[in-house]
């Protein structure tokens, strides 16, 4: 067997197929509040998961190159599974991330009213930890943790 781009998780035969089964000890996580139109899904989602590969580097794969020679941007080297549940499973799913000092990144309702970096920073700021008003959050770590920070959540559908 030879390593596609040096990574462990990724296995390929001689020919280049085949890819083997991965498990990985990681999981990326994005839960939204299951209220949230569509567009404010899809918005949510790019937002929580753009903050994990700039602190966390190793989540990060090597840049894709297509048969011509094209070179595309390096993406997470693990599936994000997306969630969703009530504000209260939100809330507590916020408390036991925070307990367990694992990387989170949240958005609240009030980034909806915003149009940028500097103005989003600032209305998360301008709120207590337990009065945001959440909308969606990321997480990443051992598997069980986020399995045990996600409790009551349900897989987006």
């Known amino acids: ?30 839960l939204l509040r299951d209220d949230l139109a569509t567009w404010q899904r899809l918005n949510v989602t790019a937002f929580l998961v753009s903050g994990l ?44 991330a925070l307990s367990r000092a694992l990387p989170v990144s949240v958005f609240t309702s009030d980034l909806f009213a915003t149009g940028n970096d500097r103005d989003n920073r600032a209305a998360v700021r301008a709120v207590r930890r337990e009065q945001l008003d959440l909308v969606g959050l990321a997480v990443h770590g051992p598997r069980n943790a986020v399995d045990k920070i996600l409790k009551g959540a349900r897989m987006h559908s």
């Open 1 to 30: 067997m030879e390593t596609l781009n040096d990574t462990p998780d990724e296995t390929v035969d001689e020919a280049g197929a085949g890819f083997a089964p991965v498990r990985f000890d990681t999981k990326i996580a994005v």
């Open 53 to 96: 590969g700039s602190v966390l580097p190793e989540v990060v794969g090597e840049p894709y190159e297509d048969a011509d020679g094209t070179a595309y941007l390096p993406m997470f080297r693990q599936p994000v599974l997306v969630f969703e549940g009530g504000k209260e499973t939100l809330t507590a799913a916020h408390g036991r």
